[in-house]
């Protein structure tokens, strides 16, 4: 059966038997690498699940995609509750600026003043208080958008709505 093998030359026969013996030796080195790496991956997996099995590694696992999930909603409350304190805020009176004047050169001194009081859309109030011999007056006029509205504007309302929009210092 095997009688062909008798007939072939020894270079052929030793050649052949070294082939495989060095194929036996790759074979054999490759197993012993995969070992090493198997005993690594079994020490990782040792530490990782550490006295626990799958099902409560399963369980950790959806208690934690719940809890993300819980904090993407608590995130997205936060990120409403946050337009609306900024909707606010641009509704509230943060701009502000006074200037104190003298209309009128027989009156000594700054008595008269502008107070200009806006919202984040520059929207708001002008208030003037103008004072004379005879009294003291005072005039509110409403401001939309740093302009004036079907009142009129003197040029004290005017610099102190230009003082508060661009957030100068007021001149007192």
Not at 91 to 116: D, L, W, Y
């Amino acid at each position: 059966m095997f009688g062909f093998i008798q007939n072939l030359p020894p270079l052929v026969i030793y050649g052949s038997l070294a082939t495989l013996l060095l194929g036996e030796v790759i074979l054999f080195v490759i197993v012993i690498i995969q070992m090493v790496h198997n005993k690594r991956l079994k020490k990782k997996l040792h530490i990782f699940f550490s006295g626990k099995e799958g099902k409560d590694l399963e369980k950790i696992l959806l208690d934690q995609l719940e809890e993300t999930r819980e904090l993407d909603r608590e995130i997205q409350e936060l990120f409403e509750i946050s337009n609306r304190l900024r909707e606010l805020g641009m509704k509230s009176i943060h701009k502000t600026a006074v200037m104190r004047f003298n209309p009128f050169k027989e009156v000594g001194g700054n008595q008269s003043f502008c107070v200009a009081l806006l919202d984040g859309k520059n929207s708001g109030v002008v208030i003037t208080s103008l004072h004379t011999r005879e009294g003291t007056r005072v005039y509110s006029k409403p401001v939309v958008a740093g302009l004036e509205t079907n009142f009129p504007l003197t040029e004290e309302e005017k610099t102190t709505i230009a003082q508060a929009i661009q957030g100068k210092p007021s001149t007192v």
